[in-house]
């Protein structure tokens, strides 16, 4: 690990939830929202959440989840139009990893599919969606906004259980689980054979933790939602825990936010306002426009070059796993 541990902690030891070693050391004291600790184990290069005290996943993230997290640094509170409105233009990594695989008869299920901001973008090029999605606001968005057939139940117990797709696909939902080696067991159920599963977990090798040592973004990295940290080690467990051959295993290395998020975090020791500037392409405004299209191409030059970088090191903010059900 290249992330600030306290080997010598006298707090007391927990199980590693991947491999149940006891051995570990500490990321995280405190959490951005919640109370409880971040471990990590060597064993098995995971970090893990150690919570004070249980929650409802059910009922969290029904009602509650979207109360506390949204695209603004400070305000928490969001709604399923605003998610809709915000991250639909930045599905470019997703798009550009599945949409070979997509056909006009393809059935694909999304699971944790938020407000649809992925899906909009597909719907009418395949031949059926469907969505789980726990929050009760979202799922009620993605059937009467976006005419997307969702359940809010967990997939299990949902209206699609027993169906199989031809892609199924979770992005930013395996570390909010408590088991995911069972979760993505529960993905391959509704997969046919020779489909193909699509997960998207955040990267705990993140450039601003791992290349930079930004103290201020570690303390807003961890918090009371995510109850795993991924490693691509630890991810590739996971698979094959689930039964994945090496094989049918493929991890990439993707990066979300750009040179200039990571720049305004590395001088100002905090987040922008919001995730915009952070995730758009770089387009400078002023009076003089010719300046400014002009450091606008060279600053995309150079974040195009920051990314290859980052994924060369395979410090990015996410991984996505491809896993071939054969």
Same mark, same amino acid.
């Given at each position: 690990?290249?992330?600030?541990?306290?080997?010598?902690?006298?707090?007391?030891?927990?199980?590693?939830?991947?491999?149940?070693?006891?051995?570990?050391?500490?990321?995280?004291? %405190?959490?951005?929202?919640?109370?409880?600790?971040?471990? =990590?184990?060597?064993?098995? !290069?995971?970090?893990?959440?150690?919570?004070? %005290?249980?929650?409802?996943?059910? /009922? =969290?993230?029904?009602?509650?989840?979207?109360?506390?997290?949204?695209?603004?640094?400070?305000?928490? *509170?969001?709604?399923?139009?605003?998610?809709?409105?915000?991250?639909?233009?930045?599905? $470019?990594?997703?798009?550009?990893?599945?949409?070979?695989?997509?056909?006009?008869?393809?059935?694909?299920?999304?699971?944790?599919?938020?407000?649809?901001?992925?899906?909009?973008?597909?719907?009418?090029?395949?031949?059926?969606?469907? *969505?789980?999605?726990?929050?009760?606001? +979202?799922?009620?968005?993605?059937?009467?906004?976006?005419?997307?057939? *969702?359940?809010?139940?967990?997939?299990?117990?949902?209206?699609?259980?027993? $169906?199989? =797709?031809?892609?199924? +696909?979770?992005?930013?939902?395996? /570390?909010?689980? /408590? %088991?995911?080696?069972?979760?993505?067991?529960?993905?391959?159920?509704?997969?046919?054979?020779?489909?193909?599963?699509?997960?998207?977990?955040?990267?705990?090798?993140?450039?601003?933790?791992?290349?930079?040592?930004?103290?201020?973004?570690?303390?807003?990295? =961890?918090?009371?939602?995510?109850?795993?940290?991924?490693?691509?080690? !630890?991810?590739?467990?996971? *698979?094959?825990?689930?039964?994945?051959?090496?094989?049918?295993?493929?991890?990439?290395?993707? $990066?979300?936010?750009?040179?200039?998020?990571?720049?305004?975090?590395?001088?100002?020791?905090?987040? %922008?306002?919001?995730?915009?500037?952070?995730?758009?392409?770089?387009?400078?405004?002023?009076?003089?426009?010719?300046?400014?299209?002009?450091?606008?191409?060279?600053?995309?030059?150079?974040?195009? &070059?920051?990314?290859? &970088?980052?994924?060369?090191?395979?410090?990015?903010?996410?991984?996505?796993?491809?896993?071939?059900?054969?």
């Amino acid at each position: 690990m290249n992330q600030e541990t306290d080997l010598k902690s006298e707090l007391p030891t927990a199980t590693c939830p991947l491999c149940s070693s006891v051995i570990s050391e500490i990321l995280a004291h %405190q959490l951005r929202r919640g109370n409880g600790m971040v471990r =990590y184990c060597p064993s098995c !290069s995971h970090g893990y959440l150690v919570l004070q %005290q249980s929650i409802d996943l059910k /009922e =969290y993230y029904g009602e509650l989840y979207r109360r506390e997290y949204s695209h603004n640094a400070e305000a928490a *509170a969001t709604h399923p139009r605003e998610i809709y409105r915000v991250y639909k233009n930045y599905q $470019q990594d997703r798009l550009h990893h599945i949409s070979p695989y997509l056909t006009a008869g393809s059935r694909l299920l999304e699971v944790g599919a938020s407000a649809g901001q992925f899906l909009i973008h597909i719907k009418d090029k395949v031949g059926e969606v469907n *969505a789980i999605e726990l929050d009760n606001a +979202c799922c009620a968005f993605l059937g009467s906004e976006l005419g997307i057939e *969702a359940d809010a139940e967990f997939l299990q117990n949902s209206r699609f259980a027993g $169906q199989t =797709y031809d892609v199924v +696909c979770a992005f930013q939902v395996i /570390e909010h689980v /408590e %088991q995911p080696v069972e979760f993505l067991k529960t993905l391959v159920q509704a997969t046919k054979k020779g489909g193909l599963i699509f997960i998207e977990a955040p990267n705990l090798q993140d450039p601003l933790l791992a290349l930079w040592g930004n103290t201020s973004y570690k303390n807003f990295f =961890y918090h009371s939602a995510h109850f795993h940290y991924f490693t691509e080690s !630890s991810l590739n467990k996971v *698979a094959r825990d689930a039964g994945f051959r090496p094989d049918q295993i493929e991890i990439s290395f993707t $990066q979300d936010y750009n040179v200039l998020n990571h720049l305004h975090w590395i001088m100002n020791n905090g987040p %922008q306002a919001d995730c915009h500037v952070g995730l758009s392409e770089i387009n400078l405004r002023g009076p003089n426009q010719e300046i400014a299209a002009w450091l606008s191409e060279e600053l995309r030059v150079v974040n195009r &070059k920051y990314i290859s &970088k980052l994924i060369a090191a395979k410090c990015t903010s996410n991984m996505l796993m491809k896993l071939r059900h054969d």
